[in-house]
């Protein structure tokens, strides 16, 4: 059984466990492939802690939730040295960023020398601490999660965090059909519980398929003009002028090369999920919203008009010419 079909399983199994939300499934696989983290955005309830909690049960690594307060310190969550008077010497004890996937819950609740401690782990894949540098293992992945509803008592991302974040999904509520499964579902889970059934993990991607899937990935073929494609997507976000309408002065600060090489690793393992063997402009499109939404800022006028940042792109995709 090769890589392709046990990420499938793997799919089919987080949609049998988490309903009404594939777009976050399908976008924390490719956060798995491309090597990157999350930000998702929406409403309590909406089973985002449930999703990474599934994948952890589905793939071979192990799983911590982190939840985010305001008296949270940064060796909460890296570990700190700990004083052993039995022979009198320091032994660094490991905090719950040494898991494989990570649930930074409420991230915007952390004051800022958390961020700080968070981003480093993020980007170097590894903490500092009494300096010396400790690695994380691998594969390591942050989703991190903001309600947007309650805003009191946060603090707002710094942009070189946001911009650490591969993509910035929003989830939303399900329909009326995918609510009536989520009633079924919980109610069987109930059940199980009730009867003390036991829960076996079940590992349908080891690690060494998530590695090997990395390759092919980044194996996959993508035309020249598919990535020059890229290119002028983001640096229309630089220089929107040339190109009229809503984007001339509604861009205050484009996107950075970071958007560039996100589009390209998230794009082409959006093509591999979907078994294609090449890369299309649909499938850079696809992924566009999710890339580049925490990466542009906005002007003061555009927001004053209504414009957001989901129809800034929407409008960027619109007036980029595609090949």
């Known amino acids: 059984m090769n890589q392709k079909q046990n990420f499938d399983n793997l799919a089919?199994?987080?949609?049998?466990?988490?309903?009404?939300?594939?777009?976050?499934?399908?976008?924390?696989?490719?956060a798995l492939l491309a090597d990157g983290h999350l930000l998702v955005e929406g409403a309590p309830g909406?089973?985002?802690?449930?999703?990474i909690q599934?994948?952890?049960?589905?793939?071979e690594g192990d799983f911590h939730?982190?939840?985010?307060?305001?008296?949270?310190?940064?060796a909460d969550i890296t570990g700190t040295e700990v004083f052993y008077p039995s022979d009198s010497s320091f032994k660094f004890q490991k905090g719950p960023?040494?898991?494989?996937?990570?649930l930074a819950d409420e991230i915007n609740r952390a004051p800022a020398k958390v961020q700080s401690a968070l981003l480093e782990a993020m980007a170097e894949r590894q903490i500092t601490v009494a300096g010396t540098t400790w690695k994380l293992p691998e594969p390591f992945l942050v989703m991190a999660t903001q309600n947007p509803i309650e805003q009191e008592g946060t603090y707002q991302l710094p942009e070189a965090q946001l911009d650490r974040f591969l993509m910035h999904v929003l989830v939303d509520y399900p329909n009326v059909d995918e609510e009536y499964q989520i009633l079924q579902l919980a109610r069987q889970e109930a059940l199980q519980q009730v009867r003390h059934d036991t829960k076996v993990k079940q590992v349908?991607?080891?690690?060494?398929d998530i590695f090997a899937a990395r390759q092919q990935v980044l194996s996959l073929y993508m035309a020249q003009n598919v990535e020059q494609y890229i290119v002028q997507l983001v640096m229309a976000t630089r220089k929107p002028g040339p190109y009229g309408g809503l984007l001339k002065g509604s861009i205050a600060f484009?996107?950075?090369p970071r958007a560039t090489l996100a589009l390209d690793r998230c794009s082409r393992a959006y093509a591999w999920l979907k078994g294609r063997d090449f890369v299309s402009p649909e499938d850079v499109q696809a992924i566009a919203h999710d890339v580049l939404r925490h990466r542009i800022i906005m002007t003061f006028e555009a927001e004053a008009d209504g414009m957001t940042r989901q129809g800034l792109v929407t409008e960027l995709l619109?007036?980029?010419a595609v090949p």
């Open 12 to 30: 089919h199994y987080l949609s049998s466990k988490i309903i009404g939300q594939s777009q976050l499934i399908n976008r924390l696989l490719i």
């Open 46 to 51: 909406l089973a985002k802690t449930r999703a």
């Open 54 to 59: 599934i994948l952890g049960q589905g793939i």
């Open 65 to 74: 939730r982190v939840q985010f307060t305001p008296d949270l310190l940064p």
């Open 97 to 102: 960023l040494f898991h494989n996937l990570i």
């Open 204 to 208: 349908l991607v080891t690690q060494a």
């Open 254 to 256: 484009g996107a950075s």
């Open 318 to 320: 619109n007036v980029v």
